[in-house]
């Protein structure tokens, strides 16, 4: 069994912060999953915003988020987090924790790479 639930959006203030959580439960060990964060806005394609590795000493992040952003994970707890500071209203999104499970501990940002996926948790983030 896989579950992955998001908490942690909500309304903000641009220029304001929010930390997203994903708890995760799986038949194996948390720390043998890539995970990563993705969001989608209205009437856009979901997009890539942060990778990490198992161990949580890699990660990467998508260009508009880099500085502002920071992924990281405990495996102790199976949960990951995305803290956001600083926030736009460009950040405006239902964001997405996905999980990709593997031998190789490689970061991926494509969407297709990972097989599985929370509902998603909404951040609004006005002016």
């Known amino acids: 069994q896989v579950r992955l639930v998001e908490s942690g959006g909500g309304p903000v203030q641009a220029g304001g912060t929010l930390r997203l959580s994903c708890a995760a439960v799986?038949?194996?060990?948390?720390?043998?999953?890539?995970m990563g964060w993705f969001r989608q806005a209205p009437g856009k394609e979901r997009e890539f915003v942060a990778a990490i590795n198992k161990p949580g000493s890699a990660t990467t992040y998508e260009d508009s988020v880099k500085g502002r952003f920071t992924i990281s994970r405990d495996n102790a707890k199976n949960v990951m987090y995305l803290q956001m500071n600083s926030l736009k209203v460009d950040d405006t999104a239902v964001y997405y924790c996905?999980?990709?499970?593997?031998?190789?501990?490689?970061?991926?940002?494509?969407?297709?790479?990972?097989?599985?996926w929370g509902q998603g948790t909404q951040v609004t983030v006005s002016s």
């Open positions: 799986f038949g194996t060990p948390f720390s043998d999953y890539v």
């Open positions: 996905a999980a990709r499970y593997g031998f190789q501990d490689e970061l991926r940002t494509n969407s297709n790479e990972y097989g599985y």
